[in-house]
């Protein structure tokens, strides 16, 4: 079965660990939430939507 990212769905073979974060509209660069759960993310997703690395 091949994996895809779970941000975009595309399937890629170099997938990351990490953690989706909701940044806070009141507050510019300030982080608001982020989710308990790691996801995968291809490299695309990683460089354009704001998330926390997983430790490996």
């Known amino acids: 079965m091949e994996r895809a990212c779970e941000n ?3 399937p890629d073979v170099e997938l990351l ?5 909701y ?8 982080i608001a939430e982020t989710e308990e759960d790691p996801e ?4 695309s ?10 430790e490996a």
């Open 45 to 54: 997703c990683t460089t354009q939507y704001p998330h926390l690395a997983e």
């Open 40 to 43: 995968l993310w291809c490299i």
């Open 17 to 21: 660990h990490v953690r989706r974060v």
């Open 23 to 30: 940044m806070d509209p009141d507050h510019p660069g300030e």
């Open 8 to 10: 975009c769905g595309i």
